[in-house]
């Protein structure tokens, strides 16, 4: 096994207890439909933390349990729990996480570290109100309620 973070056994990849209660809630409440590969996928992005996976990632992942997997099929899995709501594509980085806030009304803040990757979520209503009032000043909607801003993280601000 390398040292990648991403290099997760199958122990390691398996659905905690916690997890697994959450997305059987989420499948309820949203009334989704999670495949074997759509579970897997949701797992890695899940097991990932604050430091997100990228769909190549993903794809090296899933190879260890389907050599024969594609970039496509990984593709699908993602486009499909991000409609859904449940993970989030951090833009910048080409990166996913999984998502902390699933109300899809009020704008995410992501702070993201320019120097360790680290991807922290903010839900900050005040934000949320300030950017609808504007959109609509400006005759707008607002159609993407994220919002990615790159940073230091404390703990990178603590080496220099």
């Known amino acids: 096994m390398s040292n990648s973070p991403y290099s997760l ?3 390691d990849t398996a659905l905690s207890s916690t997890d697994c209660s959450g997305l059987r809630e989420l499948i309820e409440s949203k009334k989704i439909r999670i495949t074997p590969l759509r579970e897997r996928v949701y797992n890695f992005v899940s097991h990932a933390k604050e430091k997100g996976i990228s769909a190549y990632q993903i794809l090296e992942l899933m190879k260890k349990y389907n050599p024969n997997a594609k970039p496509a099929t990984v593709y699908r899995s993602l486009d499909y729990l991000q409609q859904a709501g449940i993970i989030v ?25 320019s120097n360790c990757g680290t991807i922290i979520q903010h839900i900050d209503h005040l934000i949320h109100t300030y950017i609808e009032k ?4 400006y005759g707008c909607a607002v159609q993407k309620k994220d919002i990615e801003v790159k940073v230091i993280c404390p703990d990178c601000r603590g080496k220099g």
């Open 9 to 11: 056994s199958t122990r």
């Open 134 to 137: 504007k959109a609509i000043d």
């Open 89 to 113: 594509k951090i833009e910048c980085c080409s990166k996913f996480i999984k998502k902390n806030n699933l109300s899809s009304d009020v704008v995410t803040l992501f702070l993201i570290c």
